[in-house]
């Protein structure tokens, strides 16, 4: 069974850090990411690695560059996000999603596989 799983979310002033971290269990895939929504919004992609034979790819969205780090550790089939210097219009749902091909979409559906989500939230 495929699954994903996240964890490390919270509540947190604005200023300060968390890292999320997203399991993936039954298989490996090639790309990982991470979307979020907020309320009454849609979801929005984060962030984005992509894993070769012999590089990884990165990829943030312009909103959370310089302040967010996406990063896989190969031996626990595990990503993470490290998120500082955190603001309120960072609360929302994160979720962990992953795809068996080189994925360069920022569509949600072009995501194959998704967590349960995750909730940040940030106060002011």
């Known amino acids: 069974q495929v699954q994903l799983v996240e964890s490390g979310g919270g509540l947190v002033q604005a200023g300060g850090s968390l890292r999320l971290s997203c399991v993936a269990s039954g298989r490996t895939f090639t790309t990982y990411a991470w979307f979020r929504q907020a309320p009454g919004k849609e979801r929005e992609f984060v962030a984005r690695?992509?894993?070769?034979?012999?590089?990884?790819?990165?990829k943030y969205s312009d909103f959370v560059k310089g302040r967010f780090t996406i990063s896989f550790d190969n031996g626990k089939n595990t990503m993470y996000l490290q998120m500082n210097t955190l603001k309120p219009e960072d609360t929302a749902v994160y979720y962990c999603?992953?795809?068996?091909?080189?994925?360069?979409?920022?569509?949600?559906?072009?995501?194959?596989?998704w967590g349960q989500g995750t909730q940040v939230t940030v106060s002011s």
């Open positions: 690695i992509i894993r070769s034979r012999s590089s990884v790819s990165l």
């Open positions: 999603v992953a795809d068996g091909d080189s994925t360069t979409s920022f569509s949600p559906q072009s995501y194959g596989y």
